[in-house]
């Protein structure tokens, strides 16, 4: 039987978005194909009608994962700037919900250990957060400006990542609250050098 092409590529788009949920879940380690294609209802051997290889869908899903992430920061950042980013991404909600939260603390691991070609579709992602936190720090210099906001990305994604981990809910509250704080230090920092230099958040 064939598929128009509008159904092929609404399967493929299917077996993506499932994809995207799951590997952020159980890890791209922990997930084959058979199992996920079972829990689309398709069959092992039709992914290979859509993906070339089980690297070519990791490829895909760290694309889409970290692309749609991108676009909800962006958003975020217009209405509430790099203080508001960071209460609402490190949340109880969101540590709870790694299937449709950010994928770096729930791939970064799997990443690392990809191929090539998914390790530069990472790399072009990250770059594109960078630059959408970037924007966001005013009154600096392009330079620094990006240093921050690596340094903001990272205090959040290792934040999440810890308290994923850890065994107790008091001790995992604890790094959720202690990544807030450090973030709001990194703001007040700037509030702070801005006084000392006359400039305002807007100079």
Known sequence: MRYSKAQTEATRARILE???IRLRERGASAEGIARLMNAIGLTHGGFYN???SREDLFGEVV???MGQFNERLATSVAASGLDGIAK???TRTHRDSPGTGCALPALAADIARASPRTRR???ERFEDMVDILAASVEGDSPKLARRKATAAISTMVGAMVLARA?????LSDEILEAGRVALADLGEAKRVTNRKTGKSRKS
Request: charged share 5%; glycine share 10%.
């Open 50 to 52: 859509h993906f070339g």
């Open 63 to 65: 694309s889409l994962a």
């Open 166 to 170: 850890a065994s107790t809910s008091g």
């Open 88 to 90: 609402s991404y490190l």
């Open 121 to 123: 579709i990472f790399s």
């Open 18 to 20: 499932r994809a995207s």
